[in-house]
């Protein structure tokens, strides 16, 4: 990978978490307005409270798949953090 590349690809990876951050910061789905709900089988997942089939959703309802990671390195965390004091 170039110097180039690799810039280009970590500047996706924070506009992606940028977006993540927003939306777990928020604490709603993004598509049915249900509360996130953490999974803690791993470090940054949370999903919609209607997700799974019906009769596992932590919140009962239709089904919704929405899922998302949040799960920086320290350093991207900063990075996030601090766009986001830049943009606000
Ligand atoms: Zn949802």
């Known amino acids: 990978m170039t110097k180039g590349q690799k810039a280009e690809a970590r500047e ?6 940028i977006e993540a951050q927003g939306i777990v910061a928020g604490g709603r789905c993004p598509q049915c307005s249900e509360k996130l709900f953490r999974n803690l089988s791993l470090s940054g997942w949370w999903q919609c409270g209607h997700y799974g089939a019906v009769g596992f959703q932590k919140v009962p309802g239709p089904n919704c798949n929405f899922q998302i990671f949040y799960d920086p390195t320290p350093d991207e965390h900063a990075e996030v953090l601090r766009r986001k004091q830049l943009a606000a």
């Open 12 to 17: 996706k990876r924070i506009k992606m978490l």
